[in-house]
T-cell receptor, first 112, second 113 residues
Framework: AQSVTQLGSHVSVSEGALVLLRCNYS??????LFWYVQYPNQGLQLLLK??????LVKGINGFEAEFKKSETSFHLTKPSAHMSDAAEYFC??????????FGTGTQLKVEL | EAQVTQNPRYLITVTGKKLTVTCSQN?????MSWYRQDPGLGLRQIYY???????DKGDVPEGYKVSRKEKRNFPLILESPSPNQTSLYFC????????????FGPGTRLTVT
């Protein structure tokens, strides 16, 4: 079985501050890990993914995430938040079984 | 333009009245899936399809049916909708499972009264 835990359903940062969204997973097999973003009234779109190889993954819009096997984590970061980053972010794991399991999401608010 | 389309985008219906939400993709993807999104619960998978005529249950299949007669289409059928099926529904497709990202439709907001 696989699962995803996202700590913090709501995160608020100031514009220009570091963004850190936390994701921990469990998987019985080496996982594929994804971060998706959902802007208001839209579907989800892929930010970045980890499959194999380099554990630091860079995505779109300046986001990156690091796969840490020992901590079973895949936290999402961005050095400097922008107002346009306000959205809901979902971590997801594919751990075999043809199934993508999503976390419950983190709503990011960016304040002036 | 590569995309996943869903229709209708908004639907208000009454308990027990059968409805179908259509989903179509133009990327020749093998894998298609339906999710529902509820506040605080994230996205939960309803059904998925690995290819034509191959479908399987996800985490919350009760009260839903699907079919995959053509590669591009994957309709979601609610034979007898109930108020607890009020939700935001997303269709998604990917080339295959595993490393491949899923492409999501714009969503269908369903209200059952």
């Amino acid at each position: 079985a696989q699962s995803v835990t996202q700590l913090g359903s709501h995160v608020s940062v100031s514009e220009g501050a570091l963004v850190l969204l936390r994701c921990n997973y469990s998987s019985s097999v080496p996982p594929y890990l994804f971060w998706y973003v959902q802007y208001p009234n839209q579907g989800l779109q892929l930010l970045l993914k980890y499959t194999t190889g380099a554990t630091l993954v860079k995505g779109i819009n300046g986001f990156e995430a690091e796969f840490k096997k020992s901590e079973t984590s895949f936290h999402l970061t961005k050095p400097s938040a922008h107002m346009s980053d306000a959205a809901e972010y979902f971590c997801a794991v594919e751990g075999g079984g043809n199934k993508l399991t999503f976390g419950t999401g983190t709503q990011l608010k960016v304040e002036l | 333009e590569a995309q996943v389309t869903q229709n209708p985008r908004y639907l208000i219906t009454v308990t027990g009245k059968k409805l179908t939400v259509t989903c179509s993709q133009n990327m020749n993807h093998e894998y298609m899936s339906w999710y529902r999104q509820d506040p605080g619960l994230g996205l939960r998978q309803i059904y998925y399809s690995m290819n034509v005529e191959v479908t399987d249950k996800g985490d919350v299949p009760e009260g839903y049916k699907v079919s995959r007669k053509e590669k591009r289409n994957f309709p979601l059928i609610l034979e007898s909708p109930s108020p607890n099926q009020t939700s935001l529904y997303f269709c998604a497709s990917s080339l295959r499972t595993g490393v491949h990202e899923q492409y999501f439709g714009p969503g269908t907001r369903l209200t059952v009264t």
